[in-house]
């Protein structure tokens, strides 16, 4: 249980953040799909720690070896495992902590679940997991190429930052040019500097990453609790420090009209299309062929350097401070985990559709 995601396509991930390793088996991988690992590898590089000074400064590297389900760089429709191995742990920076709870972080309700915790940067509960996400996400994404189904995110908030415009106003290719992955880059030089900022002052500060599906065909969905936006939700709010998950017009969408908010239909040659976007390309929970669009809101991650009050595992009143290495912001690393969920949702989606009609 909960180890799982997807029903045809469909990840198990295994391993800790300071153990041996971790990685993922991927079922329901069609066969015949070329697997390429240096795409995989790309990919992984995004979401790798130490990768810029406004992220947790652990070295990995994120090297991956593929164990299975694959042959002559094609899957063979067996289960793919893939494995990444922890190179860099430093687990005595956990040391002063290891019988007591950090604040927001998972320590205190794992003790209480389990009555056994591996305290060791944060054992299963750290987002170290979303690697073995990444890789399999990344092979999700190979199979969605064959639809010309493209999955992009970026960061649109850090803190009260806002980027302040749509994506259809940006070059959502100028992402990968900085390193918090705002395509705006004047936007991108105060997010930086606001997040730096916050590092010297030894506290931590969330974020909004927003992502865009475009090429998605109408029909992807299932009536009526399986509903594409619901699965993409799970699959957000799945994902390590996520507080939010709002599609199409979200939360601001509950100020307008029926009549400001309906999306008109007119024909587009053989394709039925729509003037406006507030349904975010799905309506009752099945794609209706517009761009699907969504923003996931982080919250300010829980080890700060500060000396915070909490309680001991057997109920002392102590005084914890986080050590060791942190990302002050989660965002500029999460944009190829969004991605990852993401394709994941939409692989599944289109193998379970297939079944649907003659
Ligand atoms: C990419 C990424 C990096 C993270 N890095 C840290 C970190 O360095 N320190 C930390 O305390 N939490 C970090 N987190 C968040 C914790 O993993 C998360 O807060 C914890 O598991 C508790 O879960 P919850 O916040 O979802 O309740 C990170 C999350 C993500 C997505
Ligand atoms: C190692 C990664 O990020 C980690 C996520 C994390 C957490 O609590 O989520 C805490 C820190 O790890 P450590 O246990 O070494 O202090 C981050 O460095 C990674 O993403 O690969």
Redesign the pocket.
Same mark, same amino acid.
């Given at each position: 249980m909960g180890n799982s995601f997807g029903r045809i396509f469909r990840i198990s991930t295994f391993g800790e953040?300071?153990g041996l390793g971790l990685g993922v088996i991927i079922e329901g991988c069609p066969a015949g799909l070329p697997i390429d690992e240096d795409f995989i590898r790309e990919e992984m590089q995004r %979401?790798?720690?130490g990768q810029s000074k406004i992220t947790?400064q652990?070295k990995?590297e994120d090297e991956f070896q593929i164990l299975s389900g694959v042959f002559e760089g094609k899957s063979t429709g067996t289960p793919i495992g893939l494995v990444i191995m922890n190179t860099d742990?430093?687990s005595k920076?956990y040391s002063h902590i290891a019988d007591k709870f950090r604040p927001s972080?998972a320590d205190f309700t794992y003790f209480e679940k389990y009555g056994i915790r591996d305290y %060791?940067?944060?054992g299963r509960?750290?987002? %170290?997991e979303?690697?073995a996400r990444v890789a399999a996400g990344a092979i999700a994404k190979l199979f969605l190429t064959h639809y010309g189904i493209t999955v992009q995110a970026f960061v649109s908030q850090v803190g009260d930052l806002k980027l302040g415009k749509s994506y259809q106003e940006l070059d959502l290719a100028k992402t990968e040019d900085n390193i918090v992955r705002c395509p705006d880059p004047e936007t991108a030089d105060r997010m930086i500097e606001l997040i730096d900022q916050v590092r010297k002052d030894r506290d931590t500060i969330g974020g909004i990453v927003s992502c865009v599906v475009k090429g998605t065909p109408v029909g992807l969905g299932e009536p009526v609790f399986d509903r594409l936006h619901a699965d993409m939700g799970k699959a957000m709010l799945s994902i390590?420090a996520v507080k939010g998950f709002e599609y199409g017009s979200g939360f601001e969408g509950v100020k307008m009209r029926g009549s400001q908010h309906n999306d008109a239909f007119y024909q587009e040659g053989n394709r039925v299309r729509t003037r406006t976007n507030h349904s975010g390309g799905i309506q009752g929970g099945i794609s209706n062929g517009e761009d699907i669009y969504f923003n996931v809101a982080f919250k300010p991650?829980a080890?700060i350097m500060q000396d915070q009050e909490s309680v001991s595992e057997s109920g002392e009143s102590v005084v914890v401070s986080g050590k060791?290495?942190?990302?002050p912001c989660v965002v500029p %690393?999460a944009v190829p985990i969004v991605e990852a969920m993401a394709a994941l949702v939409l692989a599944d989606h289109l193998l379970i559709s297939r079944t649907n009609k003659l």
């Open positions: 953040s300071h %979401r790798k720690p947790t652990r990995e742990q430093k920076d972080h %060791r940067g944060g509960s750290s987002a %170290r979303t690697a390590n991650v080890t060791g290495r942190h990302d %690393r």
